[in-house]
C-alpha cells in the first residue's frame, strides 16, 4: 500500500487530513499516516502547532526521512502562506511575503532543494487552509445561520477575486481574519469549524476554487493510480 504523511501546520489542517482527506485518498490508493504537528522547537516534548521555527521543523522532517527509508512513502507539508517565516522565505531569495502563484511555487521549490529528499514534496497553502472554506459561501453559510448578515458582507467583500486562494493576505483581510470578522468568535474553535464547514462543502466544491490545492490532492491521487 502506498502511504502519505502529511506535516502539519497547526490543529485545523490536521483535522482536514484526519476526517476528510485521508478517507477521500484511501479510496484512490494511498493510505495516509496519522499527521504530524509542525515543530516549534527542537524539544521532542515541547508543544506543537505553528510555521514559526523553520530550523526546528527542518530537524524534524530530516528525522521522519530517516526514521523509515519505505520506498512506498511519501512526504508533505501542508503548510500556510500566510505569516510564513522570514527565513523560509529567505531560502527562495524573497526579502518580502510573496503572493503570486509563481513566487508561492518558486518558495515550495527552495524548500525541497534544503532536503535533497525525492521523497518528499513540499506544499504550502495560499494564503491560508480557510481559503478552501471561503470557497463556498452558501456551505458556510448552512453551518453558521445565524451569522447570515455578516456572510453576506463576506460574499459582498470577496467577489472581485478570481478564485478563493487570490484573497489577499493582509493583517485584517487574510481569509481566517474576514472570517472572524463575519462570525465573530470563528477563530476560537477554528480547527472543528473548518472541519464542519468542508464536510458540509464537500472537497469537490473547494477544489472547484481552490486550484492549487485541487492540483495537489490530484498528485496525490494520481500516485495513487500508479502500478
Given at each position: 500500500m502506498k502511504r502519505l504523511l502529511i506535516y502539519c501546520e497547526?490543529?485545523?489542517?490536521e483535522m482536514v487530513v484526519e476526517r476528510l482527506l485521508r478517507p477521500h485518498l484511501l479510496t484512490h490508493g494511498v493510505q495516509t499516516e496519522r499527521p504530524i504537528l509542525a515543530a516549534t522547537s527542537q524539544d521532542p516534548n515541547a508543544q506543537r502547532g505553528g510555521f514559526v521555527n523553520w530550523n526546528?521543523?527542518?530537524f524534524d522532517l530530516r528525522q521522519e526521512f530517516e526514521s523509515d527509508p519505505d520506498p512506498d512513502l511519501r512526504f508533505t507539508t501542508l503548510l500556510d502562506l500566510y505569516a510564513m517565516p522570514a527565513s523560509v522565505l529567505g531560502l527562495g531569495g524573497f526579502t518580502a511575503p510573496v503572493t503570486t502563484v509563481a513566487d508561492v511555487a518558486a518558495v515550495e521549490t527552495a524548500i525541497e532543494a534544503v532536503f535533497n529528499?525525492?521523497?518528499?514534496r513540499a506544499y504550502v497553502q495560499r494564503h491560508e487552509l480557510e481559503a478552501l472554506l471561503l470557497a463556498d459561501l452558501d456551505a458556510l453559510g448552512r453551518v453558521f445561520h445565524r451569522h447570515i448578515p455578516g456572510i453576506h458582507q463576506l460574499r459582498i467583500d470577496i467577489a472581485g477575486f478570481a478564485t478563493a486562494e487570490d484573497i489577499n493576505h493582509g493583517p485584517t483581510t487574510h481569509p481566517s481574519a474576514r472570517l472572524e470578522?463575519?462570525?465573530?468568535?470563528?477563530?476560537?474553535?477554528?480547527?472543528s469549524n473548518a472541519y464542519f464547514v468542508l464536510a458540509e462543502s464537500g472537497i469537490a466544491a473547494a477544489r472547484a476554487r481552490c486550484p492549487r490545492f485541487s492540483d495537489w490532492l490530484r498528485s496525490w491521487e494520481s500516485w495513487g493510480a500508479q502500478p
Open positions: 497547526g490543529q485545523t489542517e526546528a521543523i527542518e529528499e525525492p521523497r518528499f470578522t463575519a462570525i465573530p468568535g470563528y477563530n476560537n474553535l477554528k480547527a
